[in-house]
């Protein structure tokens, strides 16, 4: 069973368009980080939550984490092509971050 | 210098040869990581070093033999691996145990 379930697996959109994926968990964890990576590259830290119900924004990108810190979620406002990778949910419980499948986005000038 | 360096960003090699990965943190960190990235599967912890000593191997097999010589340094050593072995071998970071973790480019490595 996989501690960290990432949803949609695949999102393919138009530029200009707005999206959210989700980070879901059974687990209570004590932060949650969120990663973007592009092909050929390794993953790139974008935020850390920590408070439960938390928001936090990052230009464009706005990361929210759940009241129970079980869940987050990541919107993405007017997306453009240089979003395109994979997003990334990573769940720290004790001092080992564990990972989600990742949600591969394509965004299409 | 970039944070997390790598090397070499390829690597392909037969079933008998011995090989070594090597990674390199300028960013001042206590701890390393190993972690695995097959296709369509969540990142895999391999094994994580604090302060030079090994605080977690995450039931690896012996073909893959992690070494830090010093909290800047990371290596994994491979000796007779298989095919399904092939992979993206990613080098992290961190300080302090925050979850924060600062990654490298990754090594790909192809077995035949």
């Known amino acids: 069973t996989q501690l960290l379930e990432q949803s949609p697996q695949f999102l393919s959109i138009q530029e200009g368009e707005n999206l959210t994926v989700y980070c879901n968990s059974s687990s209570v964890f004590s932060s949650l980080q969120w990663y973007r990576q592009e092909p050929g590259e390794g993953p790139v830290l974008l935020v850390t939550?920590?408070?439960?119900?938390e928001v936090k924004k990052l230009k464009r990108l706005t990361f929210q984490f759940g009241d129970a810190r079980k869940d987050s979620s990541l919107h993405i406002t007017a997306a453009q092509p240089g979003d395109t990778g994979l997003y990334l949910c990573?769940?720290?419980?004790?001092?080992?971050?564990?990972f989600g499948r990742g949600t591969s986005l394509i965004v299409h000038p | 210098e970039t944070g997390v360096t790598q090397t070499p960003r390829h690597l392909v090699m037969g079933m008998t040869n011995k090989k070594s990965l090597k990674c390199e943190q300028h960013l001042g960190h206590n701890a390393m990581y190993w972690y695995k990235q097959s296709a369509k599967k969540p990142l895999e912890l391999m094994f994580v070093y604090s302060l030079e000593e090994r605080v977690e191997n995450n039931s690896v097999p012996s073909r893959f033999s992690p070494e830090c010589p010093n909290s800047s340094h990371l290596f994994l050593h491979l000796h007779t691996l298989q095919p399904e072995d092939s992979a993206l071998y990613l080098c992290?970071?961190?300080?302090?145990?925050?979850?924060?973790?600062?990654f490298g480019e990754g090594s790909r490595l192809t077995v035949l």
């Open positions: 990573a769940g720290a419980k004790s001092y080992i971050p564990t």
């Open positions: 939550v920590v408070t439960g119900g």
């Open positions: 992290a970071s961190s300080q302090d145990f925050t979850g924060e973790l600062f």
